[in-house]
T-cell receptor, first 114, second 113 residues
Framework: GAGVSQSPRYKVAKRGQDVALRCDPI?????LFWYQQALGQGPEFLTY????????KSGLPSDRFFAERPEGSVSTLKIQRTQQEDSAVYLC????????????FGDGTRLSIL | GDSVTQMEGPVTLSEEAFLTINCTYT??????LFWYVQYPGEGLQLLLK?????DKGSNKGFEATYRKETTSFHLEKGSVQVSDSAVYFC????????????FGKGTTLSVSS
């Protein structure tokens, strides 16, 4: 497809379960970002990949959050032992590796923890 | 640290009214500035951007000028339409490849006919 694709669009899980969220970036985009958007707030940075290398994970809120991009394309964000405060929309964005190139966002995964 | 502050919403306007959404920023160096729009049920879409002082970004009738002296990037449109109803986010990045966007909290715009 032409844009960033995320799946699933909606995910409901019980507290304590593990979840995995997928991001398929625009073909050829080197940079991939994950953001967390709480209700009524702007997105907040979680982690950044350049190809398969995770260069910045300073925004991950706890060690329950883990992200990977093993082949430099598709990325997965995993949350272990989910908590209610993990409920949010998780956004993925990709961009070309170049200064000032805008990030292109997917539609996000809305995660609800019961 | 770097941050973005947007005017509180919601902003409610009648069709064809003039729109201003204020955005100011705090950042070291020379950030690039963006406006993103989020329509209901959709992801963020880039609306416009400016990469250096005095640049004007424009798209779909929206404009914003990068004002370094006032650290502002206010969004304007001369005549809004119902279809402009959405949440608008101001954001900055340092422009280096791989630098994350820093977003404001968003401003909800509601336009009625």
């Amino acid at each position: 497809g032409a844009g960033v694709s995320q799946s699933p669009r909606y995910k409901v899980a019980k507290r304590g379960q593990d979840v995995a969220l997928r991001c398929d970036p625009i073909s050829g985009h080197v940079s991939l970002f994950w953001y967390q958007q709480a209700l009524g707030q702007g997105p907040e940075f979680l982690t950044y990949f350049q190809n398969e290398a995770q260069l910045d994970k300073s925004g991950l809120p706890s060690d329950r959050f883990f992200a990977e991009r093993p082949e430099g394309s598709v990325s997965t964000l995993k949350i272990q032992r989910t908590q209610q405060e993990d409920s949010a929309v998780y956004l993925c964005a990709s961009s070309s590796y170049s200064d000032n190139q805008p990030q292109h966002f997917g539609d996000g995964t809305r995660l609800s923890i019961l | 640290g770097d941050s973005v502050t947007q005017m509180e919403g919601p902003v409610t306007l009648s069709e064809e009214a003039f729109l201003t959404i204020n955005c100011t920023y705090t950042a070291t160096g020379y950030p690039s500035l963006f406006w993103y729009v989020q329509y209901p049920g959709e992801g963020l879409q880039l609306l416009l951007k400016a990469t250096k002082a005095d640049d004007k970004g424009s798209n779909k009738g929206f404009e914003a000028t990068y004002r370094k002296e006032t650290t502002s990037f206010h969004l304007e449109k001369g005549s809004v339409q119902v279809s402009d109803s959405a949440v608008y986010f101001c954001a900055l990045t340092k422009g280096q490849a791989g630098t994350a966007l820093i977003f404001g909290k968003g401003t909800t715009l509601s336009v009625s006919s």
